[in-house]
Structure formats: C-alpha cells, structure tokens
C-alpha cells in the first residue's frame, strides 16, 4: 500500500482567523500522443491560468488572503513549472499553499523533479530509487506539485504521483501503463494546528486486497487525534474526472465520514475539497460523463443550511452523514472561506463554510459574478437591461 510521510511545515494561521481557499475550476483540453495525456494548446491554457497567479500576487479582490490556491489534476503543462514557483517565490504572500496538478510526464522527468527538491523530497526519492533500477525511463506519470511558501517566505517544493490509474491510463504493456506512486505527503503545520493532504483523484477510492487509501489516511489521522488531540483539517481531492458523482466516490465518502466500521475521530470534522476541471473539458478518447461539480464535503454535524441557487446548492448525498456545498459545471474560480474549528455554540455563527466570490471566465480575463448572477445565473443581469 501508499506510504504516508508526515512534512512538518512552518505554516502559520491565526487563531482567530479562519481559511481562505481559492479553487480554480478550469476547463482542460487533453490529447493523448504518444501514451501521454498532455495539454493540447500550453500557451492558451496558460494564458488562463497566470492571470489567477498574477491576481493572487497582486491582491485583487482579497485574493492575497488566499491560504491555499488549488487547481484540478493535469492542468499545468509542464513547460511552466518554473515560471509558476518563480512567481510564487518573489511574489506570494507568506503561509500560501499552491496545489497544481501538472500533464503526464515520463518517468525520467519525475525523478528529474524529485531530484531537484530532493531536500523536501527524500523519501520519496528512496521509494522511487527502487523502482527506477527496474523501471523504464519513459513510463508515463501523472502527478501534483504541492508549493509551501512557508512563514519566513522560504519555498518548498513536494511532488506527488497518482497512485491509481483511470481506464485510459491503464495499458497491457507495462511501459505505457501509468507508474503508480508510492507515497502520500501529510503536511503538519509547526506553527499552527493545522494539517492537510493532497490526492489525485483516483487516489481518494483506491482500494486493493489489503486495505485502501481511505483507511490508511483515517489510521493515520486517528493516529494524531489520539496523540496531540489533532485532526486532517482538509483533504484535497484534485480531479480531471468524467464521473465526479460515481457510486463509488459518493459510498467511499459516506464511509469516509459515517464511522461505519471504526471511529474516525481525526477525520470527522475536516473538509474534503473535491475541485474537478470544469464542464468544457475535453479528454482525447473520453465520450461521455461530464465533468465540473467541484464539492466541498463536511460532516453532518457542521451542517449547511439547504439552498439551491444559480451556481450552488447544499445537500447531504441522499441521507447521508454528510453536508455538502456543490458547485456548477461551468469554468470558475470558488474564493470560500473555511472554519478550522467544529463549533455549535448558537452565540457564534455554525456555518463552517463562507463563499467570498465566484468568478467567470470571460472576455480573456476574470469577472467577479454580482449577487443576481449567483443567485438567478448570468443571463439574469442582462435580462432586467432595458
């Protein structure tokens, strides 16, 4: 099974604060060449993404206050990692987390990447090692680069490899079949109580004859809660996927919260972030699903209040042990602000989650979406015009 490595981080947010999380639920446009799902046109897709970049570093519409800024799995050619931790480094605000999910690369590029941050990559890289010596250097590999700009400003670097293929991914012949990672990274913040977790969406069901994903990550939260009474405060599931409302990603998250079988109290009341890529996906050899419906996932005792609007509605996955925030499928960025801590007190707000803006992509650049257009869709502005 994966192996989870705990990263201590020094990672700082205020007590009295809660989370800003930007999610960044953009469209990809894949082919597939050469066994390899890449980005079909790098340079307009990063004509979409850099301006989110450049309004994080710049401050627009609060966006600075932005703790964790997360894009979905397979969005980010490769071309521009360096331009993307260059901007980060000389321009982001200290205690940002940036989660992005990069094109398949081959297997030599992954351990080119361990390699060049192999200072917070270590056993990754030991794990790796082994399977290099007999491994082909052109296997594809999906992966996540996690960047901690951490309180002194300094840049840390954790690359992740999905550790379960989708069907296109998988292939008879082991060197076009997508390497499988071996490890998962849990981030301990030593400045805060505060501790969170990435997956590639596959990685959030999978599951073999010895145990699954789901139930390493719950051990190992249990394990926390247990001995510093701490829990996994967010789990962040990042997706290119067809099918984000598939059975077995609805049983996997009613098990995951629903304490079915064993206590989960290191789990329970954290948020799993699903951020999907948006509706106008196209996968070279995907025919059907639809993609979108990004999610945030609580337990039922953090409960949100019902609404159903224009480009959001609440529900509890048809009786399930959860309260959940689902968005649209159209290309937006969710601004949401997260409560790190379970509180019922009626004195205090109970609502543990707060949208702060939805935008949408148009003309080239981003627009803040007015309240009518929330609640009614964007057509209702332009309707009330004379």
Same mark, same amino acid.
């Given at each position: 099974?994966?192996?989870?490595?705990?990263?201590?981080?020094?990672?700082?947010?205020?007590?009295?604060? *809660?989370?800003?999380?930007?999610?960044?639920?953009?469209?990809?446009?894949?082919?597939?060449?050469?066994?390899?799902?890449?980005?079909?046109?790098?340079?307009?897709?990063?004509?979409?993404?850099?301006?989110?970049?450049?309004?994080?570093?710049? @401050?627009?519409?609060?966006?600075?206050?932005?703790?964790?800024?997360?894009?979905?799995?397979?969005?980010?050619?490769?071309?521009?990692?360096?331009?993307?931790?260059?901007?980060?480094?000389?321009?982001?605000?200290?205690?940002?987390?940036?989660?992005?999910?990069?094109?398949?690369?081959?297997?030599?590029?992954?351990?080119?990447?361990?390699?060049?941050?192999?200072?917070?990559?270590?056993?990754?890289?030991?794990?790796?090692?082994?399977?290099?010596?007999?491994?082909?250097?052109?296997?594809?590999?999906?992966?996540?680069?996690?960047?901690?700009?951490?309180?002194?400003?300094?840049?840390?670097?954790?690359?992740?490899?999905?550790?379960?293929?989708?069907?296109?991914?998988?292939?008879?012949?082991?060197?076009? *079949?997508?390497?499988?990672?071996?490890?998962?990274?849990?981030?301990?913040?030593?400045?805060?109580?505060?501790?969170?977790?990435?997956?590639?969406?596959?990685?959030?069901?999978?599951? *073999?004859?010895?145990?699954?994903?789901?139930?390493?990550?719950?051990?190992?939260?249990?394990?926390?809660?247990?001995?510093?009474?701490?829990?996994?405060?967010?789990?962040?599931?990042?997706?290119?996927?067809?099918?984000?409302?598939?059975?077995?990603?609805?049983?996997?998250?009613?098990?995951?919260?629903?304490?079915?079988?064993?206590?989960?109290? @290191?789990?329970?009341?954290?948020?799993?972030?699903?951020?999907?890529?948006?509706?106008?996906?196209?996968?070279?050899?995907?025919?059907?699903?639809?993609?979108?419906?990004?999610?945030?996932?609580?337990?039922?005792?953090?409960?949100?209040?019902?609404?159903?609007?224009?480009?959001?509605?609440?529900?509890?996955?048809?009786?399930?042990?959860?309260?959940?925030?689902?968005?649209?499928?159209?290309?937006?960025?969710?601004?949401?602000?997260?409560?790190?801590?379970?509180?019922?007190?009626?004195?205090?707000?109970?609502?543990?989650?707060?949208?702060?803006?939805?935008?949408?992509?148009?003309?080239?650049?981003?627009?803040?979406?007015?309240?009518?257009?929330?609640?009614?869709?964007?057509?209702?502005?332009?309707?009330?015009?004379?």
């Amino acid at each position: 099974m994966v192996k989870i490595v705990e990263k201590s981080i020094s990672f700082r947010i205020p007590l009295e604060e *809660d989370c800003p999380i930007l999610l960044a639920q953009v469209p990809n446009i894949i082919r597939h060449h050469h066994f390899l799902y890449q980005v079909a046109d790098p340079d307009r897709k990063w004509a979409m993404v850099r301006p989110i970049l450049e309004m994080v570093a710049a @401050g627009e519409s609060g966006f600075n206050r932005a703790r964790f800024v997360v894009f979905p799995e397979a969005s980010i050619p490769f071309r521009y990692k360096d331009e993307i931790l260059q901007l980060i480094e000389s321009r982001f605000p200290p205690n940002t987390v940036v989660i992005f999910g990069f094109e398949h690369i081959l297997f030599s590029q992954y351990c080119q990447l361990l390699n060049e941050y192999l200072a917070f990559n270590e056993e990754a890289c030991e794990l790796v090692c082994k399977e290099r010596e007999s491994g082909e250097e052109d296997q594809p590999v999906n992966c996540c680069m996690i960047a901690v700009k951490d309180d002194s400003g300094r840049l840390q670097c954790y690359v992740e490899a999905k550790t379960h293929p989708f069907i296109g991914e998988e292939f008879l012949d082991q060197p076009h *079949d997508l390497y499988k990672g071996r490890h998962l990274y849990l981030f301990r913040s030593s400045l805060s109580p505060l501790n969170f977790m990435a997956l590639i969406c596959l990685d959030y069901i999978y599951r *073999d004859r010895h145990g699954s994903n789901a139930i390493a990550i719950i051990r190992k939260a249990n394990e926390i809660f247990y001995k510093e009474r701490q829990q996994l405060d967010f789990l962040f599931v990042i997706q290119s996927n067809p099918k984000p409302e598939h059975r077995v990603f609805v049983d996997t998250t009613v098990g995951f919260y629903g304490e079915h079988l064993i206590f989960a109290p @290191g789990v329970k009341y954290g948020a799993t972030l699903f951020l999907n890529s948006s509706g106008e996906t196209l996968i070279e050899g995907v025919t059907s699903g639809t993609f979108g419906y990004s999610s945030i996932v609580v337990h039922k005792d953090r409960r949100l209040p019902l609404t159903a609007v224009a480009e959001y509605s609440t529900d509890d996955l048809n009786g399930g042990p959860v309260s959940r925030l689902r968005f649209g499928a159209e290309t937006r960025l969710y601004f949401v602000e997260l409560a790190l801590f379970h509180s019922r007190d009626p004195r205090t707000t109970r609502t543990p989650l707060k949208i702060l803006g939805i935008f949408c992509w148009e003309e080239e650049k981003w627009r803040k979406l007015q309240g009518e257009e929330i609640i009614s869709g964007m057509g209702a502005t332009l309707e009330e015009e004379p």
